[in-house]
Each structure stands twice: as structure tokens, then as C-alpha cells.
């Protein structure tokens, strides 16, 4: 089935750093989401990209839905303690009504104050 | 607004019992869907449904039920609860964009021994 990569599993930057964070696949998406998972909470939604090349910011993150289709990053600027929590990819290749969400296994963001 | 709600928040089982994870959303989304997160896993699709009365398997359907008899409300059924089955559960709605800009509920941390 389709799988999305995130790597590292673990990031840990220094606050007020910038931090970018990317997300392959081997398959076509035509939507990607970038969530974030404070813990012992859901994961709440980020950006949504929906055109290949789009680049959409929302206040200090950055995310670009990648021209082949195949990848996306997500760049948070100037990095504060709240920032701290899982960060997840996720790809949608719509189909009708059988549209399911693909989650990469998330990368994990440490800031150090 | 509430949102999705989930319930319990904590749950033990025995092995071979049986129980019923609730979800609830006030939105009226037509999406909702299963989750369940393990550690380095990422997110795995159980379930979803497209609207009432409809529902289709998701990554890993194996050992949970559903229904979907209102637009509301989305519930999991374990029928016969295994330590695999030991994950947090995350129920999650969205509108418009099939599976996508999903809003998730807090989760249920289900531990079967």
C-alpha cells in the first residue's frame, strides 16, 4: 500500500531556530496535510495543500506541496517552546468517495528554551 | 461547540471482553473515521464512513466493528478484545474534502491485558 516517510523520527532544535521537515512517497497524492499532536491530545490540522507546487503559510510554518506530487515539506520559523509535539504528514489520492488519509509515523520536535 | 467527543477517555479490558468505543460530532460533517496510534506507527485507519448507513474498512479493520445509523454518531466495536488491540483510539470528522481537514476527537487509551 502507499506508505509516506518522515525522517528523523526525533528532531531537537534550539528556540528561535527555523526547522524543516519533509514527507516522501512513493505514490501520487493530490491533497497533503501537515498536522500537529500536542500530547495526550488529538491531532489538530495544520495546512492543507491541494495544487502541486502550492506553497501556503499559516502564521510561522510554511508548507509546499512538491511539483511531482511525491513530497511536501513543512518549515516552522523562529521556534518557540509551544511548537514541541508530533508532527504529521498526511496524503489523500481522491477517488470518488473512498478518499483515505495516508499518515507518515510523524517526527517528534524537541525546543530547547 | 464541542467538536468530537470521545468516551471513555481510559479504558482496561480483559482479554475476550467485548466493548463499544463512542464518538459523537456536532458539526455535521458526512466524513468520520477510526484511527488507532501505536508507538513509531504513525496513524492506521480502522474504519470510516462517507455518510449514514454507509461504512467501509480501512488499513486495519481486523477485530472492530462499525455503524454509522446517524449522521452524528460513529461508534467502534471490539468484539473480542486482544492485547494487540492495546493503542489509543482517535475518532475523527471532516466535510467537503472526503477524509481530509479531519477534526479529531482526544482519543481513547484502551489497554487490554
Known amino acids: 500500500g502507499q506508505q509516506l516517510n518522515q525522517s528523523p523520527q526525533s528532531m531537537f532544535i534550539q528556540e528561535g531556530e527555523d526547522v524543516s521537515m519533509n514527507c516522501t512517497s512513493s505514490s501520487i497524492f493530490n491533497t497533503w496535510l501537515w498536522y500537529k499532536q500536542d500530547p495526550g491530545e488529538g491531532p489538530v490540522l495544520l495546512i492543507a495543500l491541494y495544487k502541486a507546487g502550492e506553497l501556503t503559510s499559516n502564521g510561522r510554518l510554511t508548507a509546499q506541496f512538491g511539483i511531482t506530487r511525491k513530497d511536501s515539506f513543512l518549515n516552522i520559523s523562529a521556534s518557540i517552546p509551544s511548537d514541541v509535539g508530533i508532527y504529521f504528514c498526511?496524503?489523500?489520492?481522491?477517488?470518488?468517495?473512498?478518499?483515505?488519509?495516508?499518515f507518515g509515523k510523524g517526527i517528534t520536535l524537541s525546543v530547547r528554551p | 461547540n464541542a467538536g468530537v467527543t470521545q468516551t471513555p477517555k481510559f479504558q482496561v479490558l480483559k482479554t475476550g471482553q467485548s466493548m463499544t468505543l463512542q464518538c459523537a460530532q456536532d458539526?455535521?460533517?458526512?466524513?468520520m473515521s477510526w484511527y488507532r496510534q501505536d508507538p513509531g506507527m504513525g496513524l492506521r485507519l480502522i474504519h470510516y464512513?462517507?455518510?449514514?448507513?454507509?461504512?467501509d474498512q480501512g488499513e486495519v479493520p481486523n477485530g472492530y466493528n462499525v455503524s454509522r445509523s446517524t449522521t452524528e454518531d460513529f461508534p467502534l466495536r471490539l468484539l473480542s478484545a486482544a492485547p494487540s488491540q492495546t493503542s489509543v483510539y482517535f475518532c475523527a470528522s471532516s466535510y467537503g474534502q472526503g477524509l481530509a481537514e479531519a477534526f479529531f476527537g482526544q482519543g481513547t487509551r484502551l489497554t487490554v491485558v
Open positions: 458539526m455535521n460533517h458526512e466524513y
Open positions: 498526511a496524503g489523500q489520492l481522491r477517488s470518488g468517495a473512498n478518499s483515505k488519509l495516508t
Open positions: 464512513s462517507v455518510g449514514a448507513g454507509i461504512t
